[in-house]
């Protein structure tokens, strides 16, 4: 055995220059080649884990290595998110600007939880927030805060909420209070599941989320909510918030928010409008009237890593009252006081997390390089393509559409002639979908529309263009085709051509 010591320190400089330009030539080939790779993989569990060593090497590899390995092993086994054949979920599809803004972050590598931490990564931070408010047509008072995800984002948005309530729950909790009655947090029955599981976080329990009916468009109803807060107060309930959802994830239906904040207003609760995927159509300045009145919430969300190109992780809560969040979570320990306090802003007073990635940075490089009338002109063709999608569909006498196209989510399914009973169009549907994504050409996903079970194809790709939606359609026409023989068509792709 050697006595020679371990050799220690970073990777040589030189070795890394020569490493990082085959590291970006490989990710420029792939971008190049993956309109022709499966958008879903073929795997099965414990592929991927069982094509790899079972433990760490003793010593270290090559790059060209680890690079091997991604083409055998890592890519095969991958969904690609940013494929332009990736209809399901929203999408989150990272752009070019965006990837090396993670290159560049990863590089800097600062802990953005101070200012004296980071100052750049603070006031970039607050620069490209405001940036991007302005963008979204929002007004002034709202200030943001980056946080990974749109579940981060509601959950301090309810516990600010709850700190605005006046319930000292800051400092005395909770539990064992006789003086504190029962808490309410209000949502549509389509509003995502993160609303329920932050108020369970804090504490207010699943009977503390009550859910309120929709109307045909799958939208809250206004009259229901109305009587849900009486009928709460009534019982000796303290209503918390409203969530009112700007894209459900069902359908993207868009709840009537004008009506809702005028509630909220009246009632003296706190409005936080979940906008992490519909918010950002908000770019394109003739869509706003569809998201009227979310300038009058308390807070809102929205993730530019869903149809706003920033590569995962990056959502935004904005509000207008950043001092009851802040009185909800800051907490400073003498070994983080560094002679600045009250001169400038630190990010960790708003929220649980303390260690912050420079997030703001990729965000900016993507706002920088697109600017506002190259995100607008994505964002339109993709609710053009949307909307000519739903065109198809209508005109289709084999397939019907379930629901509205507010933003760029089509929602429909199979209607054979003859079937008639609701299991089976509901076992018809489900088995086109498999069909479907078992071309791994394109990926869609489904949910139930009132009870029944529908399609979902969603179009938020960067690299989605027209052909690609063709594409699917022609696939979903072609599959329910074979599915029912009495639906054929002429299979060009198109409703009607």
Same mark, same amino acid.
Request: net charge negative; hydrophobic share 45%; aromatic share 8%.
């Given at each position: ?27 420029? %080939?792939? /971008?190049?080649? =993956?309109? !022709? *790779? &499966? ?7 414990? #592929?991927?884990?069982? $094509?790899?060593?079972?433990t760490a090497p003793e010593g270290g590899e090559p790059i ?65 927030? %405001?940036? /991007?408010?302005? =963008?979204? !047509? *929002? &007004? ?7 946080? #990974?995800?749109?579940? $981060?984002s509601s959950f301090h948005a309810l516990a600010a909420a ?90 993207? $239906? ?122 607008a002109a994505r964002v339109r063709e993709h609710l053009r ?113």
């Amino acid at each position: 055995m050697s006595d020679a010591p371990p050799v220690t320190g970073d990777m040589p400089v030189a070795e890394f220059r020569r490493e990082a330009h085959r590291v970006v030539d490989w990710v420029a %080939d792939f /971008l190049a080649r =993956l309109d !022709g *790779l &499966p958008v879903t993989s073929a795997v099965q569990p414990g #592929d991927v884990r069982a $094509a790899l060593p079972r433990t760490a090497p003793e010593g270290g590899e090559p790059i060209d290595a680890v690079l091997a390995d991604l083409d055998r092993v890592i890519v095969p086994g991958m969904t690609h998110w940013s494929h332009p054949g990736f209809h399901a979920y929203f999408c989150s599809s990272s752009s070019g600007p965006g990837i090396l803004g993670e290159l560049l972050a990863a590089a800097l590598n600062p802990n953005c939880m101070t200012w004296h931490a980071c100052p750049a990564g603070t006031e970039l931070e607050q620069l490209t927030l %405001d940036w /991007l408010r302005d =963008l979204l !047509g *929002l &007004p002034d008072p709202f200030s943001g805060v980056i946080y #990974d995800g749109a579940s $981060a984002s509601s959950f301090h948005a309810l516990a600010a909420a709850r700190e605005a309530a006046g319930l000292e729950i800051r400092e005395r909790g909770m539990a064992g209070r006789a003086d504190l009655t029962p808490l309410r947090v209000y949502a549509s029955a389509e509003a995502h599941s993160s609303i329920e599981k932050a108020v369970v976080a804090l504490g207010l329990g699943r009977a503390g989320y009550r859910t309120i009916p929709v109307d045909g468009a799958q939208r809250l109803r206004p009259d229901a909510l109305v009587r849900a807060i009486a009928e709460d107060r009534g019982a000796g309930v303290t209503p918390m918030a409203v969530v009112a959802t700007v894209g459900t994830t069902g359908t993207t $239906a868009i709840d009537p928010v004008a009506d809702i904040a005028e509630i909220c207003r009246r009632e003296r609760v706190w409005l936080h409008v979940d906008a992490a995927y519909g918010g950002s159509a908000a770019v394109v300045p003739e869509r706003r009237d569809g998201l009227a009145g979310w300038d009058q919430a308390d807070s809102i969300v929205v993730n530019p890593h869903k149809w706003l190109f920033v590569p995962l992780d990056l959502s935004v809560l904005f509000t207008r009252r950043p001092e009851v969040l802040r009185r909800a979570f800051a907490l400073v320990p003498e070994y983080l006081r560094d002679g600045y306090e009250g001169r400038v802003e630190n990010y960790m007073d708003y929220g649980l997390p303390l260690g912050r990635r420079f997030r703001a940075l990729k965000l900016w490089l993507v706002l920088r390089y697109f600017g506002r009338a190259g995100l607008a002109a994505r964002v339109r063709e993709h609710l053009r393509l949307a909307a000519e999608l739903a065109a198809w569909v209508d005109a289709d006498p084999h397939f019907e559409r379930v629901a509205p196209v507010p933003l760029s989510t089509v929602c429909f399914r199979l209607r054979p002639a003859g079937v008639t009973d609701a299991v089976a169009l509901d076992d018809v549907n489900r088995r086109l979908l498999d069909a479907v994504n078992g071309t791994r050409e394109v990926f869609l996903t489904h949910t139930r529309l009132d009870g029944r079970f529908v399609l979902r194809l969603v179009i938020g790709g960067i690299r989605t263009e027209q052909r690609h939606v063709e594409r699917a359609w022609a696939l979903l026409r072609q599959e329910a085709t074979r599915l029912s023989p009495g639906a054929k068509g002429d299979g060009d792709g198109r409703a009607g051509s």
